[in-house]
């Protein structure tokens, strides 16, 4: 089984920040972010590699975000620079098994619940 916990979204204004956390209970396993807009299919925003030395990011999201792991905590973190209109949506965690993490590669099937982010201009 997997849990993942999802928290740190909120409402903020264009240009601002949020760092997003998601707490998960194994490990060398690939692990993205993913998100979905109302009326959009879900999206991935971000993944990396169980060892933290592979990352993917989506151009839309390429220099703003910053995805990163703390193997301490079993804590992945997205920091989100410059939000824009367009960023907001419903966030999740994703853990996938596998040795290639971008999102065209390894099959990301579990989910956490989402946290919400929403940007107003």
């Known amino acids: 089984q997997v849990r993942l916990v999802e928290s740190g979204g909120g409402s903020v204004q264009a240009g601002g920040s949020l760092r997003l956390s998601c707490t998960y209970s194994?490990?060398?396993?690939?692990m993205g972010w993913f998100r979905q807009a109302p009326g959009k299919g879900r999206e991935a925003v971000a993944t990396l590699s169980g060892t933290g030395g592979q990352t993917y990011y989506r151009d839309s999201v390429k220099g703003r975000f910053t995805i990163d792991r703390d193997y301490e905590r079993k804590t992945l973190h997205l920091q989100m620079n410059n939000l824009k209109p367009d960023d907001s949506a419903m966030y999740y965690c994703?853990?996938?098994?596998?040795?290639?993490?971008?999102?065209?590669?390894?099959?990301?099937?579990?989910w956490g619940q989402g946290t919400q982010v929403t940007v107003s201009t």
């Open positions: 994703a853990v996938a098994p596998g040795t290639y993490c971008d999102p065209y590669s390894a099959q990301y099937g579990s």
């Open positions: 194994d490990t060398r396993y690939c």
